[in-house]
């Protein structure tokens, strides 16, 4: 069956990094936009990077452009997104997900917190 796997999340130190990894099963994965949400506590989810299926191309929300990098590996069926200099406001639960009309498939998220 369809399963998005997210892992990598944790506690960190503000201005520390983190390597979130969405591991994915049951779709052709390569064929598929990849993005990564976050949801902060009282807060919309909010979408902050894909990637389009090659890795060719990809975009980032203002908010972590220049912090977070989006990247995959369609040889393993792995999405990751790679988040430097991070800030207490990037506390929320991390979520992948896969996209290709009309199917959109989500992970169960990660939890990052970062805290002094």
């Known amino acids: 069956q369809v399963q998005l796997v997210e892992s990598g999340g944790g506690l960190v130190q503000p201005g520390g990094s983190l390597r979130l990894s969405c591991a994915a099963s049951g779709f052709t994965f390569s064929s598929y936009v990849v993005n990564w949400h976050r949801q902060a506590p009282g807060k919309q989810r909010e979408l902050l990077a894909s990637i389009t299926g090659a890795g060719v191309n990809t975009n980032y929300v203002d908010s972590v452009k220049d912090r977070f990098t989006i990247s995959r590996d369609n040889a393993i069926n792995t999405a990751y997104l790679q988040m430097n200099s991070l800030k207490s406001e990037d506390t929320a639960e991390y979520y992948c997900?896969?996209?290709?009309?009309?199917?959109?498939?989500w992970g169960q998220g990660t939890q990052v917190t970062v805290s002094s």
């Open positions: 997900s896969a996209y290709r009309w009309p199917s959109h498939y």
